[in-house]
T-cell receptor, first 113, second 108 residues
Framework: DVKVTQSSRYLVKRTGEKVFLECVQD?????MFWYRQDPGLGLRLIYF???????EKGDIPEGYSVSREKKERFSLILESASTNQTSMYLC????????????FGQGTRLTVV | DAKTTQPPSMDCAEGRAANLPCNHS???????VYWYRQIHSQGPQYIIH???NNETNEMASLIITEDRKSSTLILPHATLRDTAVYYC?????????FGAGTRLTVKP
C-alpha cells in the first residue's frame, strides 16, 4: 500500500518560531502537495512540487515556504509562525499522469500559541 | 479558485443510493473529474475519476454529462460508514485544488 507519512500528528509551537512540517512518501511519486484545512473552507493548496527542487505556489503560499531536496520528502516551512496559521496541514503525493489518484497523509494539527 | 460547485450538505437514508452532484461548467477538454472523500479526522481518500465516459469501481459510480459541465457521484447502497465530506475536483496532471465539498450524512 502507498504510504504518505507526516512526521507529527499534533504540534504546538509559539508565535515567531520557525516550524518544519515533514512529509515522506514511499511510492516514488513525482508530485507532492501541501494543503491546510480549516472549518468551512475545505482544503486549500499551499504549495506543490512536481519534481525534486521544483515547486509551484498554490492558492495561499503567503507565510510558507517549501523544500524538496529528495524525491520522497516534501517539507513545509513556516518561517515565523503566527496564530492564524493554526490549522490542520495535509500532505499528498501522486504520479504526474492524468488519471492518477492522490494519496494523503493523516495530517498534522498545528497549534500556534 | 476551485473550479467546481457542490451543495454544502446532503442527507441519505442507510441502504439507499446517495447521489452527489457537482457542477464544473468551465472544465476544459483535457481536465479529468476526480472525487475524494474525507472521513472525520482522516486524510482524504481517492474514490474515482473520469474524463468523458461513465465510470464504475468497487466504491462508486461516476456519471458525467455529455457536455461535461456537471457530474454525479453515486454510492449505490450507502452505509453509515459513508458519512464523510465528498470533494469533486477537476485536474490536469500536476495541479490539484479542492473546493469546500459536500458533507454527506447517512442516517439509519
Amino acid at each position: 500500500d502507498v504510504k504518505v507519512t507526516q512526521s507529527s500528528r499534533y504540534l504546538v509551537k509559539r508565535t515567531g518560531e520557525k516550524v518544519f512540517l515533514e512529509c515522506v512518501q514511499d511510492m516514488d511519486h513525482e508530485n507532492m502537495f501541501w494543503y491546510r484545512q480549516d472549518p468551512g473552507l475545505g482544503l486549500r493548496l499551499i504549495y506543490f512540487s512536481y519534481d525534486v527542487k521544483m515547486k509551484e505556489k498554490g492558492d495561499i503560499p503567503e507565510g510558507y515556504s517549501v523544500s524538496r531536496e529528495k524525491k520522497e520528502r516534501f517539507s513545509l516551512i513556516l518561517e515565523s509562525a503566527s496564530t492564524n496559521q493554526t490549522s490542520m496541514y495535509l500532505c499528498a503525493s501522486s504520479l504526474p499522469r492524468v488519471g492518477a489518484g492522490a494519496f494523503f497523509g493523516q495530517g498534522t494539527r498545528l497549534t500556534v500559541v | 479558485d476551485a473550479k467546481t460547485t457542490q451543495p454544502p450538505s446532503m442527507d441519505c437514508a442507510e441502504g439507499r443510493a446517495a447521489n452527489l452532484p457537482c457542477n464544473h461548467s468551465t472544465i476544459s477538454g483535457n481536465e479529468y473529474v476526480y472525487w475524494y472523500r474525507q472521513i472525520h479526522s482522516q486524510g482524504p481518500q481517492y474514490i474515482i475519476h473520469g474524463l468523458k465516459n461513465n465510470e464504475t469501481n468497487e466504491m462508486a459510480s461516476l456519471i458525467i454529462t455529455e457536455d461535461r459541465k456537471s457530474s454525479t457521484l453515486i454510492l449505490p447502497h450507502a452505509t453509515l460508514r459513508d458519512t464523510a465530506v465528498y470533494y469533486c475536483i477537476v485536474r490536469v496532471e500536476n495541479d490539484m485544488r479542492f473546493g469546500a465539498g459536500t458533507r454527506l450524512t447517512v442516517k439509519p
